[in-house]
């Protein structure tokens, strides 16, 4: 029979690894804890398998919430020996200080999450200090206007967590096939049949107008070595909204073209961002848009640009070979969708001026030229693809042609 203080310390580490899994992002309740006790009680602790799957079976509720709890109960019962020395030990230990080269999905957040609880636990015992911010600026607003390439990493962290939190908007297109409305135009086959179930003594007038529906999104994007940093964080945008909206496609090119719209449908960010990068084997090399517009041109236009999409080209247009071939795709892929924009993070320098040769060949075919650099930047592109955002003369691509 186990002493009062020895189950006291097995609920403790329970009650502490399942506030750490709510940090990283699983959603784990009270209810939940109580039942992860009761089952440990129940089934008793033999080895590391047993403890896994009983807590497993608890706290897993969903496919992409087993990434997280896999890194959480790795870090949390590391030590060999740990689990089998819980019942006079119980106590979890830090991380080992060599990580693998490439970290693990979901690593980055649960480690967070350990991170945050130790802050928590030292924060009690510093006295409260009152600071006069009266002529200071917000950490938020600065993140907000920081530059990608210039973040840390604890301010990049911060960064995918906004993008992901951003969404589309509700932006729609009008069709041509009509649907029952209360207002609008008379629909006649639908008035007479109501009059005849009425026998005809009344007119019951029916209306109809307009379908309206919500614009598929093509995301085209460069990851060369030159837009490396920002193409990592703004897939997590592109992942925000996959989750949200159906019709969206993302392709990735940098010398070839390499469609991702499967991976980043994964429930679990940082999943879907490891097996973009796994799928990808150009990543941060070199860039050919003309080779691979012509690719999307050909192979997957016909697929993905339907029902006048919004096409997001997203690139610095440093382009190698800048013949005609350039010229001929661009003008192909903007008169294939309903509005092309481009997005730049060149457009983040003030003195930026549009004399690459490749940047001239593009320009012409675009709608819109957009800065695409910071989160501010991002929160300015969801504005104006819905029609909020007024058109300055800086996104105007005729304002750098005649420059």
Not at 108 to 136: C, G
Not at 222 to 240: C, E, K, T, V
Not at 307 to 316: A, E, F, M, N
Request: aromatic share 6%.
């Amino acid at each position: 029979m186990e002493s009062p203080d020895l189950r006291s310390r097995i609920t403790d580490n329970i009650v502490y690894f399942a506030r750490t899994l709510r940090k990283a992002g699983v959603p784990v309740g009270p209810a939940s804890v109580v039942d992860a006790v009761a089952a440990v009680e129940v089934s008793g602790i033999e080895n590391r398998d047993d403890l896994y799957w009983t807590l497993h079976a608890v706290f897993v509720r969903k496919h992409e919430h087993k990434v997280l709890f896999d890194e959480a109960f790795r870090i949390y019962w590391q030590s060999r020996g740990l689990i089998e020395k819980m019942l006079a030990i119980l106590s979890p230990v830090a991380p080992p200080r060599g990580q693998p080269e490439k970290p693990k999905a979901g690593q980055t957040r649960v480690s967070q999450a350990f991170e945050a609880a130790k802050e928590r636990t030292a924060e009690q015992a510093v006295p409260e200090i009152e600071v006069d911010a009266k002529f200071t600026v917000s950490g938020k607003e600065l993140l907000q206007k920081k530059d990608f390439a210039q973040m840390t990493a604890a301010e990049i962290e911060d960064a995918k967590h906004s993008l992901r939190s951003m969404s589309m908007p509700k932006d729609k297109i009008r069709l041509r096939r009509l649907r029952p409305a209360a207002k609008g135009v008379i629909d006649p086959r639908r008035t007479l049949r109501a009059s005849m179930r009425a026998g005809g003594d009344m007119i019951d007038l029916k209306f109809r107008k307009p379908a309206e529906k919500r614009p598929p999104l093509v995301a085209l994007c460069d990851i060369s070595g030159s837009m490396s940093q920002y193409s990592r964080l703004l897939l997590h945008f592109m992942h925000g909204i996959t989750a949200e909206r159906r019709d969206v496609h993302t392709f990735l090119f940098g010398t070839r073209l390499t469609n991702v719209t499967r991976q980043l449908r994964m429930k679990d960010p940082d999943e879907a961002l490891e097996a973009c990068s796994d799928g990808v084997e150009d990543w941060s090399g070199g860039t050919r848009i003309a080779s691979a517009l012509h690719d999307f041109n050909r192979h997957w236009s016909r697929r993905v640009l339907s029902g006048k999409p919004t096409v997001l080209l997203i690139t610095d247009g440093l382009e190698r070979d800048t013949d005609e071939d350039l010229e001929r795709e661009i003008d192909r892929l903007h008169r294939s969708c309903r509005r092309l924009v481009w997005l730049n993070p060149l457009l983040r320098y003030e003195g930026f001026e549009a004399k690459a040769k490749g940047i001239r060949v593009m320009l012409p075919h675009v709608d819109e030229f957009r800065a695409v650099h910071s989160l501010d930047a991002v929160a300015d592109l969801v504005s104006a693809l819905s029609g909020k955002g007024s058109r300055s003369l800086r996104t105007d691509p005729k304002h750098w042609l005649a420059s």
